[in-house]
């Protein structure tokens, strides 16, 4: 008999997982695995939990938010094992997953869970750490990890919108050298964002216009810090997708680029929504179709 381990986070998304738990484990047995089920208690616990266990299972899923995926698939890779994962999203944004196109419906994601298709998808490398879908700096970027959960359960993603609120006073920047390949772009910059996503932080559109989850490049924005109303203007509107054409915001693909930040204190980093710490230089590069996700069958 095929083996499975599911991994959730019961806190997620308002614990929403507790009311359809049982038709969860249903479509399980559906799909002929033995299960093994195992509720995390605490940070990082999925990551090490898959690390030491996907050698002894055929197919893992895992369900909360794109923190609890992160972590699965990083103890996946540090394992070595190439099984594919399944992923039941019950978090506040749900960027990846909205990405992926899988079900919202949880028992539906189930079923692609167990009964889909694999497909491989890129993953990213923050030095020796992965991530799934940004990496990021600068504004907004620490409202992920510092909204309290209580407020995300409550409110979803606008708790991201309601706690970067308070930081609008006081945009702190970064004086930062960026290399992609040849280019250098050096400057102060507010904000910079490397992702594998359509959306960041449940807000759609950010990342740019023809973004494939599994070509091998990320999409970057580095938006550079306004000296005047004016700049701030074009910034907003760039960001709105109104214009496309000022010089305080940089678009660009890549495989790989370098960060260096160049003030006293580093940039604190997010790696898909938690702390990611703050290097003072680190390379970023894409792994592609390093990771195989479940998705609906074609019919």
């Avoid at 419906?105 to 940004?134: C, H, I, L, W």
């Avoid at 709105?240 to 305080?248: G, N, S």
Wanted: charged share 25%; aromatic share 8%.
């Amino acid at each position: 008999m095929k083996k499975l381990l599911f991994v959730f986070n019961p806190h997620a998304g308002k614990g929403q997982i507790s009311g359809c738990l049982v038709e969860i484990l249903n479509e399980m047995v559906k799909g002929a695995y033995e299960i093994t089920i195992h509720p995390t208690q605490a940070k990082d616990e999925a990551r090490w939990l898959v690390e030491k266990q996907a050698k002894n299972f055929d197919l893992i899923v895992c369900s909360g938010g794109d923190g609890t995926l992160d972590e699965v698939v990083s103890g996946l890779i540090k394992s070595g094992v190439d099984i594919p994962i399944g992923y039941i999203p019950a978090g506040s944004t749900n960027d990846y997953a909205n990405s992926l196109g899988l079900p919202s419906d949880m028992v539906e994601a189930a079923k692609v869970a167990v009964m889909g298709k694999p497909k491989k998808y890129d993953v990213g490398f923050f030095g020796d750490k992965s991530f799934v879908y940004v990496a990021a700096f600068g504004i907004f970027t620490d409202v992920a990890y510092e909204t309290d959960q209580e407020l995300k359960n409550i409110l979803g993603h606008a708790a991201y919108i309601l706690e970067g609120a308070k930081r609008l006073g006081d945009i702190q920047s970064f004086n930062m050298k960026v290399t992609n390949k040849d280019e250098v772009m050096e400057g102060e910059f507010i904000l910079g964002m490397i992702t594998n996503s359509t959306s960041v932080g449940g807000f759609k559109g950010m990342t740019g216009e023809d973004v494939k989850l599994d070509d091998g490049k990320f999409e970057v924005t580095l938006i550079k810090k306004p000296q005047n109303v004016m700049e701030l203007n074009l910034i907003l509107a760039s960001i709105a997708k109104l214009v496309d054409d000022t010089d305080m915001v940089y678009t660009f693909k890549t495989d790989g680029l370098t960060v260096e930040c160049e003030d006293e204190k580093s940039a604190p980093w997010t790696l898909d929504g938690e702390y990611g710490g703050n290097p003072k230089k680190v390379d970023i590069t894409a792994k592609k179709k390093a990771v195989r996700i479940m998705m609906p069958s074609v019919k």
